[in-house]
């Protein structure tokens, strides 16, 4: 019975390591690329990528996806806060979408990050975000990660489905 024990153990050892290692990687990556954002692009300085499609461009977000709530950046930082929370009780609960969830909670705690530590301050700091595509919002690594995680939770629930 003791080696039973021990295999589940470990079996739920390996998806929550995969999930940390997930969302550590995912916020090192993304506080890294704005701290060269930063360093790189301020002052106004475009690097155009793909011609008048892709660039990359320094902006301060102080709302939420798209730039919505620019004037409740404090509501932003506390729902962000809450959304991160229940994903992260859900995910070590539940250690069936490691990769995915990873991404979400990493994408998640790199913007929170900028809410707590970027001016103007704690619970109001705006969100760097760098790469500009023409038709879309200026976004960042953090919003990537996001937006591929909750694409493959869609995609593999579809698939399960079908």
Avoid: C
Avoid at 61 to 90: E, K
Avoid at 93 to 118: E, H, K, Q, S
Avoid at 144 to 158: C, F, K
């Amino acid at each position: 019975m003791q080696e039973g024990r021990g295999a589940e153990v470990a079996s739920k050892k390996r998806p929550r390591a995969l999930l940390i290692g997930t969302a550590l990687a995912t916020v090192v990556a993304d506080q890294t690329s704005k701290a060269w954002a930063l360093s790189t692009l301020e002052g106004g300085r475009i690097i155009p990528l793909v011609g008048r499609y892709l660039d990359l461009r320094l902006v301060r977000n102080p709302g939420s996806a798209f730039g919505l709530f620019q004037a409740s950046t404090f509501a932003v930082f506390a729902a962000s806060l809450v959304i991160l929370s229940v994903v992260s009780v859900w995910a070590i609960r539940n250690p069936f979408a490691t990769v995915r969830l990873g991404l979400v909670i990493g994408g998640g705690a790199g913007n929170l990050i900028d809410r707590v530590f970027r001016p103007p301050g704690l619970g109001r700091g705006h969100v760097i975000d760098f790469i500009n595509l023409s038709f879309w919002p200026t976004f960042n690594l953090a919003d990537s990660a996001i937006v591929t995680g909750v694409t493959l939770l869609l995609a593999e629930s579809v698939w399960r489905k079908g």
